[in-house]
């Protein structure tokens, strides 16, 4: 069994950060991509970021130049620091992780609020 546990959102203004964590738990001995992604209300998820084993990362061209993703890998844990939130970054935030077997886990999903 494996945990993905998310920290807490929270409601930030506009021009504001947040730093979203999300550590993984139980039987969990590697790790290859950590990913974020988000879903707004009637909207598909989306990635929003990614990092490889090997800290090579990707963002979406929406949240470029304003979110950063960094994992740590002693503690299993991946983050994504917002900065510059805008309205349209409000969404629930959800981590994924890939295992060397290809196994896939998600987390429970956090809410992120931005206000104007």
């Known amino acids: 069994q494996v945990q993905l546990v998310e920290s807490v959102g929270g409601l930030v203004q506009a021009g504001g950060s947040l730093r979203l964590s999300c550590a993984a738990s139980g039987k969990i001995f590697s790790i290859n991509a950590m990913n974020w992604y988000r879903q707004a209300p009637g909207k598909q998820r989306e990635l929003v970021a990614a990092i490889t084993s090997a800290d090579s990362t990707v963002y979406a061209d929406s949240v470029k130049g304003r979110f950063t993703i960094s994992r740590d890998n002693a503690k299993n844990t991946v983050y994504l620091q917002m900065n510059s939130l805008k309205p349209e970054d409000t969404a629930v935030y959800y981590c994924?992780?890939?295992?060397?077997?290809?196994?896939?886990?998600w987390g429970q999903g956090t809410q992120v609020t931005v206000s104007s």
């Open positions: 994924r992780v890939r295992t060397p077997d290809g196994y896939l886990y």
